[in-house]
């Protein structure tokens, strides 16, 4: 996926009952993004990805003026121009209610950052453990 490019897909028209969640997935390392993107599929989530942030927010406010939003929102902290953090910000102005997950190579040290957002639900080290994100996505987890 080159720099700047999203695949952002359209909801199924007339589905008005989901068993899984859209998930839109942010990271500008092609390699996570795909890894994380396939996990997430074969588990019978609709992902879109975005390898940047503008591209996210781009998509998350396409998905919203089409009524088909998503249901969560997990982004890399650390990329250029708009880092993870400006995504959960502007991702939780738009919406209330959408799930945020950040994953961050910086471990827990994130959270201490004066500028950490409260508006995230989740915070996941990476490289990410799959069970933890699949725990993160769970509405009520266990």
Same mark, same amino acid.
């Given at each position: ?92 102005? @738009?919406?209330?209610? +959408? #799930? !945020?997950?950040? $994953?961050?190579?910086?471990? %827990? ?14 915070? @996941?080290?990476?490289? +990410? #453990? !799959?069970?933890? $994100?699949?725990?993160?996505? %769970?509405?009520?987890?266990?």
């Amino acid at each position: 996926m080159t720099d700047g490019e999203t695949r952002c897909p359209e909801a199924a028209p007339g589905v008005s009952m989901r068993l899984m969640m859209r998930v839109l997935l942010v990271d500008d390392d092609p390699l996570i993004l795909d890894s994380i993107a396939e996990v997430l599929s074969f588990d019978g989530h609709e992902v879109a990805v975005a390898s940047n942030g503008r591209a996210a927010l781009a998509c998350f406010t396409a998905a919203l003026d089409t009524q088909s939003p998503f249901d969560a929102v997990v982004t890399d902290l650390g990329m250029p121009v708009v880092n993870g953090i400006q995504v959960a910000n502007e991702v939780r102005a @738009l919406s209330g209610t +959408v #799930r !945020i997950i950040l $994953l961050t190579g910086w471990g %827990e040290r994130a959270r201490e950052e004066p500028k950490f957002p409260q508006t995230v639900d989740k915070l @996941l080290g990476k490289p +990410v #453990r !799959i069970e933890e $994100l699949r725990a993160a996505l %769970e509405i009520n987890p266990a």
